[in-house]
């Protein structure tokens, strides 16, 4: 099929593509804030694709006259092709002060908060429960 035309109309669809879409669209540049944190974010990346021709025999039948050498004369072709990118931010990565956070864009945020707040609450009220021992709590005072 050497050199077919779709050859060529699909090859420059998906390097406008692969120009348009690299990692820096996913995954995007980290920003450094004043206080040491650094935020990239994140986003999803959608892409479609397509391509299609056809191969129109000629309007004339008069083909005693045409000397191709054996082979089958070579029919005009029509055809396009199409893509589209879609993307959406899915969140922030958030890294600073030890910890590493995803803040989401859509979502309930109050739920994610509760979540990343639970860690902390079991340690307070494990600290409640834990007593610390002190040392007037081992004396016995003896009555006479």
Known sequence: MGNHPIESLMKT???????IV???????DPVETHDGSVIIPISRV???FAAGGSE???ADDNKENVNTGGQAP???FGGGA???VSVQPVGFL??????IRLLPVDGNVV?????????????????????KKRPSDDIIIARD
């Open 13 to 19: 669809a998906m390097e406008s593509i692969q120009q």
């Open 22 to 28: 690299d990692v820096n669209t996913i995954v995007g």
């Open 46 to 48: 959608s892409c479609g």
């Open 56 to 58: 129109f025999a000629p």
């Open 74 to 76: 070579a029919l005009p």
């Open 82 to 84: 199409g893509a589209g």
């Open 94 to 99: 958030v890294v600073g002060n030890g910890n």
């Open 111 to 131: 739920v994610d908060r509760l979540i990343d707040a639970i860690p902390d609450v079991l340690d307070r009220v494990t600290g409640m429960f834990q007593k």
